[in-house]
Nanobody, 116 residues
Framework: QVQLVESGGGLVQAGDSLRLSCAASGSMIRSKTMGWYRQAPGKQREFVALMFGSGIANSADSVRGRFIISRDDAKNTVYLQMNSLKPEDTAIYYC??????????WGNGTTVTVSS
């Protein structure tokens, strides 16, 4: 079992940057796939980015070149660096831990609001 706590959200202006953090506890994230998703008001949750335990990363077309996922396994933490933020990036951002003992886990989310 793993618990995930996101932080770092806030209210920013278009063009600003934010770094989200996802602190894991209960299990080590080393060698595990970790990801970020987001859910905008009135929309379904969507994939943002993920990083395999190998360090290979993938991201959605909508954020590629602006958002960077990284991890610090020693701190059991995953990050999402978000640059050149746009109003359409406004959403609740969720951290996801893939396949811990056959189960995926989610955090409670952190809210990002980008004003124009």
């Amino acid at each position: 079992q793993v618990q995930l706590v996101e932080s770092g959200g806030g209210l920013v202006q278009a063009g600003d940057s934010l770094r989200l953090s996802c602190a894991a506890s209960g299990s080590m994230i080393r060698s595990k796939t970790m990801g970020w998703y987001r859910q905008a008001p009135g929309k379904q949750r969507e994939f943002v980015a993920l990083m395999f335990g190998s360090g290979i990363a993938n991201s959605a077309d909508s954020v590629r070149g602006r958002f960077i996922i990284s991890r610090d396994d020693a701190k059991n933490t995953v990050y999402l660096q978000m640059n050149s933020l746009k109003p359409e990036d406004t959403a609740i951002y969720y951290c996801k831990a893939y396949n811990f003992g056959g189960t995926d886990y989610w955090g409670n989310g952190t809210t990002v609001t980008v004003s124009s």
